[in-house]
C-alpha cells in the first residue's frame, strides 16, 4: 500500500470512527498515531506525537482559551443570558415579531461573552423560549430563531472554533476575531431580515407584546450596561491592537470575575463550579487540538493534501468554484459529522486547495467555521436543533425543522455571499493593521 493509500485509508477510518461515536480527539490522534507508525515506524511516530503534545501545551496563545471560558461561564452566573434577553425585550418587544429579534439579538450579545454555539442556544433557549410561547409565536418560529440565533456564539469574537482553527491552522487569533466582526453582524442582519419577513407573511405566528415604559426600558439597560462595557472592551482591544488575545481574556476573566461580585452572585459554590467547567472544558479541548494535529502531520506525510490541491489545479476551476465545490463537501458532511469534527476533519486538506486558489487563510478560517455553523442547525444531525427538543420536549423536530428553514436559507446564501466577496472578512482586518 503506498502512502497516498495509506492517508485515504485513514481519512475513510476516521470518519466511520466519528460516526460511530468515538470523541473527537481520541479518533484524530489515534488514526494519526497509527498511520504515522505504518508509515514511519513505531519509534518515530512516538517521539512525533510527543514532540506534538509538548509544543502544544506550552504555546503562550493556547492560554486565549481558558481564560475566555471562564470569562464565559462567570459572565452566565452573572445573569448575562437573561439581562440581555430582557433588555432587548423592553425595547423593541411591542413590536410585530419583536420577541424574536430580541432572543437572536439576546443570542449574540451572549454569544461575544460565551463563544459557543451549543451553550448560546442551550442558554437563550431557557430564558427566551417560554417567553415567546407564553405571549403566543408560534413553535416553529420561535424554536428556529434560537436555534439559528445559537450560531451567532461561534462567529461573534471571542470565538472557542477560531481560537482552535487560529491554533491547528497557525494563524493569527486576534486578526481571525477582527475579521469574524463583519460577517457576524452580516449574519445577525440576515436573521433579522427572515424575522421580518416571516412575520409579515405570517402575522399571527409573532404578535406583538405589551409595550414597556422608558422607565423599565432604562432599568433593563441598566443591567446590561457593564457586560457590554466588557465586550466592547474585549472586541474592541484586540481589533485596534490594544491588546493581544491572550490579555484580552485576563482582562475579560477578571472583569467578569468582578462584574459577578457586583451583582452579588459570586460566592464559593460559583466560582468552584466556573473553575471547574473551565478545566474540564479546556482539557476536552486540549486534548482535540493535540489529536488534530497529529492527523494533520499524518496527511501531510502522506501527500492526501498535496494530491487534493493538485487535483483541484488540474481541474482549473478557480478559486470561486474551487470553494463552491468545497462548500457542498463541507455540507455535505456536516450533515451526518459534528461541526467540529468536520473543522478538524477539513482543516489539512482543504488548506492546500485555498493556497493554491490564492485564498487566505484567514478567509478560510471564517469561512470554515460559517460552514460549520450551518452544521449546527442542519438536519437531520443539527445539534443545536436537539438541545432546543430537549428543552421544549412537547414541540415535534419536525415543527423545529419547519422553523428553522428559513434562517438556513439565509445561511446558505450568507455562505454564498463570502465567497464571491471576501472582502466581507478581510476588509477590517486590512483597515487596522
Given at each position: 500500500m503506498t502512502e497516498l493509500q495509506t492517508g485515504i485509508s485513514g481519512v475513510a477510518v476516521l470518519l466511520v470512527l466519528l460516526l460511530a461515536g468515538m470523541p473527537i480527539g481520541i479518533s484524530l490522534g489515534l488514526v494519526g498515531f497509527v498511520g504515522l507508525g505504518v508509515i514511519l515506524g513505531l519509534e518515530?511516530?512516538?517521539?512525533?506525537?510527543?514532540?506534538?503534545?509538548?509544543?502544544?501545551?506550552?504555546?503562550?496563545?493556547?492560554?486565549?482559551?481558558?481564560?475566555?471560558?471562564?470569562?464565559?461561564?462567570?459572565?452566565?452566573?452573572?445573569?448575562?443570558?437573561?439581562?440581555?434577553?430582557?433588555?432587548?425585550?423592553?425595547?423593541?418587544g411591542h413590536r410585530r415579531g419583536g420577541l424574536a429579534f430580541a432572543s437572536v439579538g439576546g443570542c449574540a450579545a451572549f454569544g461575544a461573552v460565551n463563544g459557543s454555539s451549543l451553550a448560546t442556544a442551550a442558554t437563550m433557549g431557557l430564558v427566551a423560549l417560554p417567553e415567546m410561547r407564553k405571549r403566543g409565536y408560534s413553535d416553529s418560529l420561535a424554536t428556529g430563531c434560537i436555534a439559528a440565533g445559537g450560531t451567532l456564539g461561534q462567529m461573534i469574537p471571542p470565538s472557542g472554533a477560531l481560537i482552535v482553527f487560529g491554533i491547528i491552522a497557525e494563524q493569527s487569533i486576534g486578526r481571525l476575531f477582527t475579521a469574524?466582526?463583519?460577517?457576524?453582524?452580516?449574519?445577525?442582519?440576515?436573521?433579522?431580515?427572515?424575522?421580518?419577513?416571516?412575520?409579515?407573511?405570517?402575522?399571527?405566528?409573532a404578535p406583538p407584546s405589551d409595550r414597556s415604559d422608558w422607565a423599565q426600558r432604562l432599568a433593563a439597560i441598566g443591567r446590561v450596561w457593564d457586560l457590554l462595557a466588557l465586550v466592547l472592551l474585549v472586541i474592541c482591544g484586540i481589533a485596534?491592537?490594544?491588546?493581544?488575545?491572550?490579555?484580552?481574556?485576563?482582562?475579560?476573566?477578571?472583569?467578569a470575575l468582578l462584574l459577578c461580585r457586583r451583582r452579588r452572585r459570586l460566592n464559593l459554590d460559583v466560582l468552584r463550579s466556573a473553575l471547574q467547567d473551565t478545566l474540564v472544558t479546556s482539557g476536552l479541548i486540549f486534548a482535540v487540538i493535540i489529536g488534530s494535529l497529529i492527523f494533520s502531520v499524518f496527511i501531510s506525510v502522506t501527500g492526501v493534501a498535496d494530491a487534493v490541491a493538485g487535483a483541484a489545479v488540474e481541474a482549473s476551476l478557480g478559486p470561486v468554484a474551487s470553494m463552491?465545490?468545497?462548500?457542498?463537501?463541507?455540507?455535505?458532511?456536516?450533515?451526518?459529522?459534528?461541526?467540529?469534527?468536520?473543522?478538524?476533519?477539513?482543516?489539512?486538506?482543504?488548506?492546500?486547495?485555498?493556497?493554491?486558489?490564492?485564498?487566505?487563510?484567514?478567509?478560510?478560517?471564517?469561512?470554515?467555521?460559517?460552514?460549520?455553523e450551518i452544521g449546527f442547525v442542519h438536519p437531520p444531525i443539527g445539534l443545536n436543533l436537539y438541545v432546543i427538543q430537549g428543552i421544549a420536549p412537547d414541540v415535534s423536530l419536525g415543527q423545529i425543522f419547519r422553523g428553522?428553514?428559513?434562517?438556513?436559507?439565509?445561511?446558505?446564501?450568507?455562505?454564498?455571499l463570502l465567497i464571491l466577496f471576501p472582502a466581507m472578512v478581510l476588509w477590517l482586518p486590512g483597515l487596522l493593521r
Open positions: 518515530p511516530a512516538l517521539i512525533k506525537a510527543g514532540v506534538i503534545v509538548v509544543e502544544t501545551l506550552t504555546r503562550y496563545e493556547l492560554g486565549t482559551l481558558p481564560l475566555f471560558l471562564l470569562m464565559a461561564h462567570l459572565c452566565s452566573a452573572a445573569n448575562a443570558s437573561r439581562d440581555f434577553f430582557d433588555a432587548a425585550a423592553r425595547l423593541i469574524a466582526i463583519v460577517p457576524g453582524l452580516t449574519q445577525l442582519g440576515l436573521y433579522f431580515v427572515v424575522i421580518w419577513l416571516v412575520s409579515a407573511w405570517r402575522p399571527e405566528a485596534i491592537g490594544w491588546l493581544t488575545p491572550t490579555e484580552a481574556a485576563s482582562i475579560g476573566a477578571v472583569g463552491l465545490l468545497v462548500a457542498a463537501a463541507l455540507l455535505l458532511l456536516g450533515s451526518v459529522l459534528d461541526g467540529l469534527a468536520l473543522m478538524l476533519l477539513a482543516t489539512p486538506i482543504v488548506m492546500p486547495i485555498v493556497a493554491e486558489a490564492g485564498l487566505s487563510p484567514i478567509w478560510f478560517g471564517i469561512f470554515l467555521v460559517r460552514a460549520m428553522v428553514i428559513p434562517f438556513l436559507v439565509s445561511d446558505l446564501f450568507h455562505l454564498l
